[in-house]
């Protein structure tokens, strides 16, 4: 998703220059600017740890920054400075419940920062549809979608992306999650616009990476769906 606002390397506690990208402990904070922002991935934290950071990392690698790949120095940097410093540096605030923002710019160089999970203002359908179409545009960038809309409906969980489309951490989860539930997966690039269009039939969510599974709230005509019960808590299950 675009950035609300852009970390410092202070903020940040860490930035990563490409050159360096291999070890977090060699970032030159002093003097540090971040460019332009190119990609930003926001992550869900639960006590200094991201719950699912190797989906994360996997989409991350799927990723692309002006045309080109992540790096594998950077996703390297990455995972290790989630893993190592983030758990265990106790001198540095980070909220029990937040969120971790990695953001990479035009020039390849990298900065995170932490901060508190804020809910969704609005968990109506159509306010879901928006932020799936948001992240629909934003994988036409980098491509992977942050966040997508899944509906289920005659027996199957379909995920609002192309069929070649590589997913985001939540989104595979919950693939996952569903398939061995013995549901199967279909993909429709065009569900955002369907459900807009009141073209959807049966239960729909959103699986975001910085918010989870999340179904919508304004639906009474639709059923309580085991499926979406499912997804939410073996989510938050991993979650902890």
């Not at 926001?42 to 045309?67: C, D, E, F, S, Y």
């Not at 013995?182 to 039939?201: K, N, Q, T």
């Not at 639906?219 to 769906?225: E, F, H, M, R």
């Amino acid at each position: 998703m675009e950035p609300d606002k852009t970390p410092d390397a202070g903020e940040g506690r860490c930035a990563v220059p490409p050159q360096a990208a291999c070890d977090a402990a060699r970032a030159p904070e002093s003097g540090f600017e971040l460019g332009e922002p190119a990609l930003v991935c926001r992550w869900r934290l639960t006590k200094r740890r991201v719950p699912l950071l190797n989906r994360h990392i996997r989409a991350l690698a799927a990723r692309r920054i002006q045309g080109a790949p992540v790096g594998r120095g950077l996703l390297s940097w990455a995972k290790q400075h989630v893993e190592w410093s983030l758990a265990d540096d106790t001198t540095v605030a980070v909220p029990d419940d937040g969120v971790l923002m990695l953001v990479i710019d035009t020039a390849g160089q990298a900065a995170m920062s932490t901060g508190p999970y804020e809910r969704l203002a609005s968990t109506a359908r159509e306010a879901l549809i928006y932020r799936a179409l948001d992240a629909h545009r934003e994988a036409d960038r980098t491509g992977v979608a942050p966040e997508v809309l899944a509906a289920h409906r005659a027996g199957a969980l379909v995920l609002g992306v192309g069929a070649e489309d590589p997913l985001a951490g939540v989104a595979s989860l919950a693939a996952q999650l569903a398939e061995a539930r013995g549901v199967r997966i279909e993909r429709d690039p065009a569900l955002p616009y369907r459900a807009l269009a009141g073209a959807c039939a049966g239960a729909l969510l959103l699986l975001s990476d910085e918010h989870g599974v999340v179904a919508a709230g304004d639906a009474p005509d639709v059923p309580a769906d085991d499926l979406v019960d499912l997804l939410v808590a073996g989510y938050e299950k991993l979650r902890g």
